[in-house]
């Protein structure tokens, strides 16, 4: 089985500094990772995801997040917040089994509140 | 695409009754699961089907629950009776066989009065 740990409940950052959302996961099989974004009353949004090949990948709204095997981390970055970007973020992992369906596996969230 | 559909949006009902919730996945996504969202225990999987069976039903916490998925377009789950521990915001998903592909409805707003 996988987890995932999100090891800040809450991150608040000032307009225009940068940020760290941390992520660790656990599997005893190989994994893609994804970054969720939920706005206040919605659904989640894909944010961006690892699935192979360059350990950097990019994401929507200037994210990017890192994908490092052997701290099993896969951290949320962005060099420069605006307030829009206040809102709750979800790392999740899927096991790379080349299944017919991918059951994704959430940490418990991260609140970024982004002040003026 | 209009995307995942989920109704209600909102829900209040009285501890007892019978709360019925449902979603309709994107045309074409052959998975669909169910998860639970609170404060304290995040984002849960309840159940998922895959190509309308289900496959993974561990996560629903009592009898009380159950689901369905009739055919490609249309799930549902069912909470009789309900009761107050079972306020939470409920969310649909469908994707296809890719991974990545999870698309969330925007949610109900389950409250047990």
């Known amino acids: 089985a996988q987890s995932v740990t999100q090891l800040d409940s809450q991150v608040p950052v000032f307009e225009e500094a940068p940020v760290e959302l941390r992520c660790n996961y656990s599997s005893s099989v190989s994994v893609y990772l994804f970054w969720y974004v939920q706005y206040p009353n919605q659904g989640l949004q894909l944010l961006l995801k690892y699935l192979s090949g360059s350990t950097l990948v990019k994401g929507i709204n200037g994210f990017e997040a890192e994908f490092n095997k052997s701290q099993t981390s896969f951290h949320l970055r962005k060099p420069s917040v605006h307030i829009s970007d206040t809102a709750e973020y979800f790392c999740a992992v899927t096991k790379n089994s080349g299944g017919s369906n991918y059951k994704l596996t959430f940490g418990k969230g991260t609140l970024l509140t982004v002040n003026p | 695409d209009a995307g995942v559909i989920q109704s209600p949006r909102h829900e209040v009902t009285e501890m007892g009754q019978e709360v019925t919730l449902r979603c309709k996945p994107i045309s074409g996504h052959n998975s669909l699961f169910w998860y639970r969202q609170t404060m304290m225990r995040g984002l849960e999987l309840l159940i998922y089907?895959?190509?309308?069976?289900?496959?993974?039903d561990s996560g629903m916490p009592e009898d009380r629950f159950s689901a369905k998925m009739p055919n490609a377009s249309f799930s549902t789950l069912k909470i009789q009776p309900s009761e107050p521990r079972d306020s939470a915001v409920y969310f649909c998903a469908s994707s296809l066989p890719v991974p990545g592909s999870n698309t969330f409805g925007s949610g109900t707003r389950l409250t047990v009065v």
């Open positions: 089907f895959n190509n309308n069976v289900p496959i993974d």
